[in-house]
Structures are given as C-alpha cells and as structure tokens.
C-alpha cells in the first residue's frame, strides 16, 4: 500500500484471440471457462460429502465455490471484456484465493483460524474488487490474488501439516505461475501455435489443471500422526 496507485491499463482487455464461432464472440476464451466450472463442481461435491480427511472443509468449499463462480464471470467478461464485466471476473477469483489462503493457513497453524478468519477475509477479497472498480486502484486486489501464492510456499516450509499430499498444493502453485506466464505472453503463444490457442486461453486450462491439482489433493490426502 506504499506504492502509488495502481490503474487497470486498458490495454489488459485487448486479447490477442477474438475469433468467433457458433455465434460467440471470443469462442475459446469463453468456452475453456468451462473447466473452472467442472472443477469448482468437483471441488465442492466432495468437500461437502463430509468423505476424506478434511481440515478446514469450509475453506475449501469457499475456494471451489469461488472457482466454479469464475467460469461464470470469466465467461461473461471474456463475451464483451471491458472494467464493467471484469467485475464478475474478479470477484469469485477474490473468494477463491481468500478460501485457499484461509484453509491452508488454517490447517497448517490452527483449525479455529478457519471460524475466525473465512467470512472477513472473503468479505474483504470482495472489497478489494469493489475499490478497484470505484477509485481504479488495483494495489488490495493484487494483494489478494497474489499474497495467498507467497504465503503457501512460506507455511509449508515453516510448518507440518496433519495431512498427507500436501506437497501437491506446490505442483499446483508451479502450475499455476505457467499459467500466469501464458497468460503474460498471450498473443506470443498464439502465433507460435499456429493462432490454434492464445495465451489466455491456455491460462484458464492451466489455472483450472492447478485447482484440479488441489481437488485430487483432497480426494487422497489421509490423517498423519504427528506424534
């Protein structure tokens, strides 16, 4: 928060693919959305069916739900991409990083953390997408997106976990950093494919591949005996 503020460049919405087909503007930035759908499905089928060793089930819900919420808002925005329906993009990606940081913190420190922490922190992702969009100020959401990655790595070499698996939670972080440079180098990724695929495209896969990462994370992980 000591740097100056930080606007959304407009440039950010002018994606290198915006070939229509089927009637449907930006066909594929549009459609691989599905697959946040279909894992924020998974995510929270088993997380609510009570099966599996789970920790701070409610986070975890909160993250997939958050995820399967992206492939509606992400839809949406990538239909007409401009601030106004990045809106709906941001905000359950907000939901999904604060379910993420609260679980993992959560299980690693103590479990109480997860009553105290999971209602403000998603209340507060919410908020960080609301001051964007007013004031045009992206230094709380960058906090949001960004700090839960850093903070995973740092509780996992710090602390032990009662889970096993965990180790998946830093495949899926490394997989979701490729997407963040897909993503980064959208149009270069769609010209060395021959235009089949952008960048942003192969984003979305690959951030959907890291949270089903997660979610198979969940389905083998077993109690450890600590002591």
């Known amino acids: 928060m000591a740097l100056p503020p930080i606007a959304q460049d407009p440039s950010y919405h002018d994606f290198a693919d915006r070939r229509a087909f089927f009637g449907i503007p930006s066909f594929l930035n549009v459609i691989t959305n599905l697959a946040f759908l279909a894992v924020g499905i998974a995510g929270i089928g088993w997380c609510a069916s009570g099966r599996g060793a789970m920790g701070a089930r409610w986070s975890w819900v ?11 808002g992400s839809g949406y925005y990538h239909l007409a991409p401009d601030n106004g329906t990045l809106v709906w993009d941001r905000v359950p990606m907000s939901i999904g990083f604060m379910g993420l940081l609260v679980a993992v913190l959560a299980e690693h420190l103590n479990l109480r953390l997860e009553k105290i922490l999971l209602v403000p922190a998603i209340l507060f992702g919410i908020a960080s997408v609301v001051v964007w969009h007013v004031v045009d100020d992206l230094r709380l959401y960058a906090w949001v997106q960004f700090m839960p990655l850093l903070v995973l790595p740092a509780v996992l070499l710090l602390f032990d976990s009662p889970y096993t698996h965990r180790r998946l939670l830093l495949v899926a972080l490394a997989i979701y950093v490729v997407a963040k440079l897909a993503e980064h180098y959208d149009r270069a990724v769609f010209e060395a494919t021959g235009r089949v695929i952008s960048g942003h495209s192969l984003k979305h896969l690959l951030a959907a591949l890291a949270l089903f990462v997660v979610y198979g994370m969940l389905r083998r992980r077993t109690a450890r005996d600590l002591n």
């Open 62 to 72: 909160g993250c997939f739900i958050g995820t399967a919420l992206v492939g509606f």
